[in-house]
Each structure stands twice: as structure tokens, then as C-alpha cells.
């Protein structure tokens, strides 16, 4: 399991990136043109964030976290139910991340920040 607050390595392919509950096995989720369009999609256990480059990623996971990062390129919040004892976070054929976040409703919000070696990902989830 991964700690809050700590950046950790990620390598994003299919620029998408996959936020989930439940089993550590990743849900399938499929983009339809207008989720192409709002820069997400929702599916049974979880929501993919497209990403912005394919390659190495930072990512950094937060729990009612009031201080966004100070350089963002994109936003999206989304409602997230979480009903299980992890989030876990990966994208197509990456080591997955494991995170203890309490079960409940949840605010979702990912922000984007691009930089030429690699992209931070900044996961907070705000109590509903």
C-alpha cells in the first residue's frame, strides 16, 4: 500500500489513467466520443482520466487536500463512490498503486500539470 501525500512513478500508455475501487483488478472501461470530448469516462468500479502524454508520470494521491498544486494545466472533478478498503490507480499494463482512502462519497478531482520530462498527476479526494 502507498502512503497519501508522496509522489510516486507511473507509466501512463493509452493516455488514460484509471481510478478504481473493489478488486485490484482493473474495471474496462470504454471512451465513447463524448467522453473523449470531457477528458474522462466513468464505468462499473471506477473513472479514466485521459492523459495528457504517453510516458513517465508522477503521481500524487491526497485526502481533503485544500491546496491545489501550484501550476495546473487541467481540471476535472467527479463524483467518486468508494465501498471498498483501497482506491487503486494504474493505467493499460502498469504496476498498480494502492491507496487507503476511508469508504464514502467522494469529490474527485484530478489535476494536470505537463512538464517536459515528465507529467504530474495530483488525485484529491475531497469528502462528499
Known amino acids: 500500500m502507498n502512503d497519501l501525500n508522496q509522489m510516486y512513478p507511473l507509466s501512463i500508455s493509452y493516455h488514460q489513467i484509471t481510478v478504481y475501487t473493489g478488486s485490484a483488478t482493473p474495471p474496462v472501461i470504454d471512451w465513447t466520443d463524448d ?76 489535476y494536470i500539470s505537463e512538464h517536459p520530462d515528465q507529467d504530474l498527476y495530483y488525485f484529491d479526494f475531497q469528502t462528499a
Open 35 to 110: 467522453d473523449i470530448l470531457q477528458g474522462f469516462a466513468t464505468g462499473d468500479r471506477g473513472i479514466s482520466f485521459e492523459g495528457i502524454n504517453n510516458g513517465k508520470a508522477s503521481i500524487i494521491v491526497t485526502l481533503n487536500s485544500h491546496e491545489p498544486p501550484s501550476s495546473v494545466d487541467r481540471v476535472i472533478t467527479v463524483p467518486f463512490t468508494h465501498s471498498s478498503d483501497h482506491v487503486y490507480l494504474t493505467s493499460v499494463m502498469a504496476q498498480i498503486l494502492s491507496f487507503s482512502i476511508p469508504k464514502g462519497d467522494y469529490q474527485l478531482t484530478c
